[in-house]
């Protein structure tokens, strides 16, 4: 924790001494589309001052110690542990594939490890299980931003993602892979307003769910605040004090469905479990450049357990009240994250 912080305090201090101009650079997810032949106009997918889209980032999440309280499975009863810490790195890469007037589209790849630190005298099966092996998540995805005119705009975003207590050695099927998407049809008003409305099918409420979504990027006039918003999976309110340095505070809803399964014989006579995993992520972020295109985030704040429930099998349950194999319930806990980013220019 120590170093984490000694590295915000040199960002900060250095931001503070800094003389910059007030000017605020306009960076985007993708390139600008311009006239397509000379014929016809099409909007683009920028709004000033939004966040740089991020080309390669390279992070480490650490959130601090918590209880928890394990629920009955099989011949093992309810049980309370405490974990000291979870740790892991993320790693993210995006990049263009198509960049023209008309259609934009960029590919992706991400690798999240939660690992966790559960002391040795815990004996249910889950506590084995995630101290042991801890959880994945590898994934690709793509994101399409069609504009039909100058207003009119469509977004379509999937990704497909392998979650787990899997290693390299010992790897899972692709076929476990869980599908998400999202669809969004939208207008751009002028060059501070974007919003737009779609339907999403999305595991970030630990299960598989359709929920409808509302994405609205502005920013003021004076283009020192923002707003950037994709609700209700994350809002983000944006302070820019000059073209290499934002603050934003806010929240994002993360979760997925991860496969548990029995490697070292931990659930006895079960296997193939799914822990159903979501939390709220209530936090302040700090983004500086520290020369050109590199630049580095410091984000800390409380991390809300939504869910964390264990089923065994893969079903849609949308907002019924089916029972799981077992629920659990952990409590919440702060946590930092810091990463160093490659963004567009």
Request: proline share 2%; aromatic share 16%; glycine share 8%.
């Amino acid at each position: 924790m120590k170093w984490l912080w000694l590295v915000a305090a040199v960002i900060v201090t250095h931001s503070l001494s800094a003389q910059e101009a007030d000017t605020v650079e306009d960076y985007s997810m993708y390139g600008e589309a311009e006239l397509a032949g000379g014929a016809k106009r099409f909007c683009t997918s920028k709004v000033f001052d939004l966040s740089p889209n991020k080309l390669i980032s390279v992070g480490y999440d650490f959130q601090g110690g918590y209880g928890m309280n394990l629920g009955a499975v099989g011949n093992t009863g309810a049980q309370s542990v405490s974990n000291s810490n979870n740790y892991g790195l993320r790693i993210a890469a995006n990049a263009p594939l198509i960049s023209k007037t008309n259609l934009l589209l960029n590919i992706g790849a991400t690798y999240w490890e939660h690992f966790f630190n559960i002391g040795s005298g815990a004996t249910h099966p889950l506590a084995q299980s995630l101290q042991a092996y801890g959880l994945r998540t590898m994934g690709i995805n793509f994101t399409l931003f069609k504009p039909f005119n100058e207003v009119n705009f469509l977004i379509l975003n999937g990704s497909a993602d392998l979650n787990g207590n899997y290693s390299f050695e010992n790897f899972q099927s692709l076929g476990t892979s869980k599908l998400s998407a999202t669809a969004i049809y939208g207008w751009k008003k002028h060059d501070r307003l974007q919003y737009g409305f779609g339907l999403a099918r999305t595991y970030r409420i630990g299960e598989l769910n359709y929920l409808p979504v509302f994405l609205y990027n502005y920013t003021f006039p004076s283009r020192r605040w923002g707003v950037e918003a994709m609700f209700p999976a994350r809002v983000n309110f944006r302070r820019s004090f000059n073209s290499r340095t934002l603050a934003f505070i806010g929240y994002e809803l993360e979760g997925n469905s991860y496969l548990i399964r029995n490697r070292g014989n931990e659930f006895s006579g079960v296997d193939n479990l799914e822990l159903r995993r979501s939390e709220l992520r209530l936090r302040l972020t700090f983004e500086r450049s520290i020369k050109d295109f590199i630049w580095v985030s410091l984000q800390a704040g409380l991390r809300y357990n939504a869910r964390f429930h264990v089923d065994n099998k893969e079903f849609f349950r949308g907002f019924g009240d089916q029972a799981y194999l077992f629920e659990n319930t952990i409590n919440n806990a702060l946590y930092v994250n810091f990463s160093v980013n490659l963004v567009s220019p």
